[in-house]
């Protein structure tokens, strides 16, 4: 058994935010500008697409299987303009096999919706904390799990 049966995404956090600049006018006054409207990026689908593609394609590997090895793990990568994924790293790893197998999802994951700023596509870095818990019998499927940590 070669597929993990617990791979769960707690969160996805994203480095920026919505903000607004100032700037001084002709006579020194502070003055606003109107505010940046920035999306964030999203796996094509929605969370839900995501967790399936992750579910499905990762392959826990036999070495950290034969070890039981669980845990808590940050990632990051940077969804292009183009909504391609580049610049995949691991933050915190767990256990080399499973980071070499995550950075295999990573890399290969399809296209996203990029984020953008004021209607315009722009790079943005993505950080994850993934949780791997290794297979025991009569535990509950990825899916249910991750359902029930989203509460």
Do not use: C, H
Not at 87 to 108: F, Q
Not at 123 to 146: D, N, W
Request: glycine share 6%.
């Amino acid at each position: 058994m070669r597929k993990l049966a617990s791979l769960l995404i707690l969160l996805l956090s994203v480095s920026g935010s919505v903000y607004a600049q100032s700037d001084k006018d002709s006579n020194g006054n502070t003055t606003k500008k109107t505010e940046d409207v920035i999306t964030q990026p999203e796996f094509k689908g929605g969370i839900e697409k995501m967790y399936e593609y992750i579910s499905t394609n990762f392959q826990y590997p036999e070495e950290a299987q034969k070890r039981s090895v669980n845990g808590k793990m940050e990632v990051e990568f940077t969804v292009e303009k183009s909504g391609d994924i580049t610049y995949v790293g691991i933050l915190k790893g767990l256990d080399y096999s499973i980071d070499e197998e995550v950075l295999r999802l990573l890399k290969a994951m399809p296209r996203w919706t990029p984020a953008t700023k004021n209607g315009v596509p722009v790079r943005y870095k993505v950080s994850m904390p993934i949780t791997i818990r290794a297979s025991r019998k009569g535990q509950k499927s990825s899916q249910e799990l991750i359902r029930y940590n989203e509460q």
